[in-house]
């Protein structure tokens, strides 16, 4: 991996700007013309999609990816932003603005598959980590062809979409069927202003969240689930 310190706003400031290989080219209640069509074939799953973008409780930040960039370099980037993205939620809930949804999307010119997977794990780490504390990730990729809770097919995002906001605990865990130890973590979970990733081995030494990666990948590719008691 190229070393490239990332310089993260801390939450409650804007989105990265820079990400080693990702620039931010909008922000806040943009996220990029290919997503608006999207974002209104998803409101007919979600109805709450169109109101929360309205009143600023859903904020889109769109990266450019550069074409060549490496696929580790590009994961590592993801995280940090994700990471970025829930830190952020958690500051807004403390502060009292209510729910809140951060969406990072990424625009990468790269060869399949890897613009759909540079989300898988990213965004598996953020729900192992961020879970205990009620903030649940979700991905969405071209061609992933998911259903909705009714069976119907939701629409394929244009470009791959991480999107973290607080969970709701009466509705979450039943989305969670294959991984029912973090359903069971988020009906339980609570903000208690804990270090989240304070305690993986590897990440203090680190220093910086961009560099962290390595070792951040590490610890979650070797949990399949979370216990109720973490």
Known sequence: MTRTTAQVPPPGAGAPAVLGPCRLVA???GGGPRLAGWIDALSVHCPYLGPSLRRGLTRLHHYQVLPAAPFGDVEAAVFTAGAWAAKTVRARRTAGRGWACEVITLDWPAPDPQPAAILNRPHWAIKCAWAPVGVLPGKFAPGAGRPDRAGRTVP???LPVLAVRDSVPAADPDLLRSTPGIGRVLAQAREDGRDIL??????REAGDPLQAWPAIN???SHLTDLESSS
Do not use: C, F, L
């Open 27 to 29: 922000g806040g209640d």
């Open 156 to 158: 394929d995002p244009p």
């Open 198 to 203: 304070g305690s993986v081995p590897g990440v």
């Open 218 to 220: 590490h610890w979650a």
